[in-house]
């Protein structure tokens, strides 16, 4: 989700200064390389965020497959229902469905009906209803669409199903009302089902202030690269076509084989994690850890969903000034970064922008491998997404890709290293 901070005059308005409201555009809790987002129902004008969420199957092999929410005059919670699907030709259900992530309050609302798709179907879409209040736009009910299940599931980060006709549409009193706001969508994926719910929790600007789901969109598959017809051989994340229309597959590290000299111990060690279980800066800061011959801090592996009680396959781990202080790392860069300063064993972060700034200060993180004289010989190495291998960018892939909307970024050195590669 980006946003821009506001700034109100004195003494107008001081409960909402107070609370450092933000103008917000767009859920950017960012889409995996096999996804693409729908529309985006509420947080159009202001809010407060305290958190931002992709609410996903425990087993990225499952589908999801219905949801249940909480509302009293805003949605105050929504939870995700998930099930292993299994297919003979063309013919496909899912069975043993289980309640996943959740997002907002539960002890929030009345507690609605939950709407589950018909054993051959699953979640492709939603409409929504959305209200102001004052200047503040919050989703207020949902309604799922789902969509019969083609055949078997596509992709490798996410097993999206290719869907179809016939479809339904599931409220838990029949249909949204016109008295709950103002209808929003619908929006439907296109070809491959839904893989998660993306929401941000605000609060509530009514007594008490309470915890909401203030927007929501939702992602769908989209295997592309993954599919049968794959420009990129397996082990490989393909970033797109160059100006040629030629695929560019960046290769993914063979962490167990890998003995480079700056990073080579994490990618051994890390080589026997599962994947999705550790984002970038998971990565970053294991390397600050070998780097400071100590554990800094122990980074978290995994992200424990309260209400739930269990372990979810999705790290949300995040890094600081102070874990890289820590480590024995000086700030030498920040700004405009000149490639060619850069040396090998540098760590390079990216300032988050607005309420993405929440959770953590920087929106990704990197390890130099290789200096050079110029952009295309200056590599990274990195994990670009939860469910992307870790893999190497030169200068000018990583500052396209990461420095997007002039997002600002730091470079920091540990004290006496050399230039050596």
């Known amino acids: 989700m980006r946003s821009g ?47 931002l969420a992709d609410l996903r199957c425990q087993r990225p092999e499952d589908a999801l497959v219905g949801l249940r929410v909480s509302r009293g005059s805003a949605l105050d919670s929504v939870q995700v229902l998930c099930a ?77 199903f290719p869907i179809g006709p016939p479809y339904s549409w599931l409220h838990s009193e029949g249909g949204l009302s016109e008295s709950r706001g103002a209808f929003k969508g619908p929006f439907t994926c296109d070809g491959f089902s839904a893989t998660a719910v993306s929401t941000a929790t605000g609060r509530y600007q009514g007594l008490g202030r309470i915890r909401v789901v203030q927007a929501l969109s939702l992602y769908c598959g989209w295997p592309g690269t993954e599919s049968k017809t794959s420009p990129c051989p397996p082990q490989t994340l393909y970033l797109g076509n ?109 300032q988050a922008t607005g309420v993405n700034s929440v959770q953590c200060g920087y929106a990704h993180s990197a390890v130099v491998i290789q200096q050079g004289t110029a952009a295309n010989t200056v590599m990274l190495r990195q994990k670009p997404n939860p469910d992307d291998c870790v893999v190497d960018y030169s200068w000018g892939n990583f500052a396209v890709l990461y420095q997007l909307n002039h997002a600002r970024a730091f470079v920091w050195r540990r004290a006496g290293s050399s230039s050596s590669r």
């Open 84 to 160: 292993p699907v299994r297919c003979s030709g063309t013919n496909c259900n899912w069975t043993n469905a289980y309640w996943g992530q959740m997002a907002g309050n539960l002890a929030g609302g009345v507690s609605q009906k939950a709407t589950v798709c018909p054993t051959t179907q699953v979640v492709s879409g939603y409409k929504a209803t959305v209200r102001n209040i004052a200047f503040f736009d919050y989703i207020t009910d949902i309604e799922i669409q789902c969509a019969t299940i083609k055949g078997p599931s596509r992709g490798r980060a996410h097993r999206t």
């Open 242 to 350: 160059n100006s040629n229309g030629t695929p560019v597959c960046q290769p993914c590290v063979a962490g167990t084989f890998s003995y480079h000299p700056v990073t080579g111990p994490i990618d051994r060690s890390l080589s026997r994690v599962p994947v999705d279980r550790f984002n970038c800066h998971y990565y970053t800061l294991t390397y600050l850890n070998i780097k400071a011959g100590r554990t800094i801090r122990m980074p978290n592996l995994y992200e424990r969903e309260r209400g739930l009680g269990a372990e979810l396959p999705l790290s949300q781990e995040c890094l600081t000034n102070q874990d890289l202080q820590a480590a024995g790392f000086q700030l030498v860069q920040s700004g405009t970064i000149n490639p060619a300063a850069l040396r090998a064993g540098d760590v390079v972060t990216v």
């Open 5 to 51: 901070k506001r700034r109100f005059g004195l003494g107008i308005l001081f409960a909402l200064l107070c609370t450092a409201q933000t103008r917000v555009q767009r859920l950017e809790t960012r889409t995996n390389q096999d996804e693409k987002e729908t529309g985006q129902a509420g947080g159009n004008q202001l809010g407060q965020y305290t958190n």
